[in-house]
């Protein structure tokens, strides 16, 4: 194991939540919360971006990011790692693809908020990341509608699980993903820098 990754042991069911987190607020913690119950999960790990692909402005330094992100948590089993900056990857595919060499035999779960499924199939390798890890979208006020007449959900519409089976989504086969509906937050770091 190289120096400074998370523990994690193999068949433990762990949830990636990517973000900029500049800065983490109580949205990042209730979709934790919901992901961590709904999908019957062991851990989440919030994996702080480098700086997201698609972003023109690069975020506030890591070390602060981190620091706020931990201040933000009290539950043990919610780690903040800086995994991307030291795996040297900033696309979640090639994210995923390392952790899957690293941690191999741990069921991983990609989560993200649902105005990130409108936007998913932009993401470089979006279809590999849908054949590789299941996911878990979580709905953000204001996007549930655009979320599930995205391209992407449209184009995985047949490998959607009802939300009843949530509780199964780390053991599934991918392709496979879930839209959980409550409870949601209208947090989000924009606001945040602007004061509001
Ligand atoms: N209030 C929220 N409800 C649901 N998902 C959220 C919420 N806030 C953030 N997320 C999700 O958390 C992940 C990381 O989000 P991010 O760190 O970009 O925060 P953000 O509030 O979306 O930031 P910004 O306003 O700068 O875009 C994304 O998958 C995003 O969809
Ligand atoms: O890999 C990509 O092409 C890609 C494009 C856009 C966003 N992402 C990831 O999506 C996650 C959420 O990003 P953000 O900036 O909305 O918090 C974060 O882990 C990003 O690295 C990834």
């Known amino acids: 194991m190289r120096t400074g990754l998370p523990f994690a042991l193999p068949d433990m069911r762990i949830g990636l939540l990517g973000g900029s987190f500049d800065p983490a607020h109580e949205g990042h913690v209730t979709i934790t919360e919901a992901a961590m119950r709904q999908f019957r999960l062991d851990r989440v790990w919030w994996l702080v971006s480098p700086g997201n692909p698609l972003k023109a402005h690069g975020p506030a330094p890591m070390a602060q990011r981190i620091a706020h992100a931990r201040r933000m948590l009290t539950d043990p089993r919610v780690v903040v790692t800086d995994i991307e ?104 770091s924009t606001a945040l820098r602007a004061g509001r």
């Open 85 to 188: 900056q030291r795996l040297g990857t900033r696309k979640t595919a090639d994210t995923i693809a390392a952790l899957r060499r690293i941690y191999p035999g741990v069921r991983f779960v990609w989560l993200m908020g649902s105005d990130n499924l409108v936007q998913f199939h932009r993401w470089d390798r979006w279809r590999d990341i849908a054949a590789t890890v299941p996911i878990g979208v979580l709905a953000r006020p204001g996007s549930q509608t655009p979320a599930r007449r995205s391209k992407a959900a449209q184009a995985m519409a047949r490998a959607r699980l009802p939300l009843a089976e949530a509780g199964t989504l780390a053991l599934r086969q991918p392709p496979t993903w879930v839209l959980v509906n409550l409870p949601m937050s209208r947090q989000s």
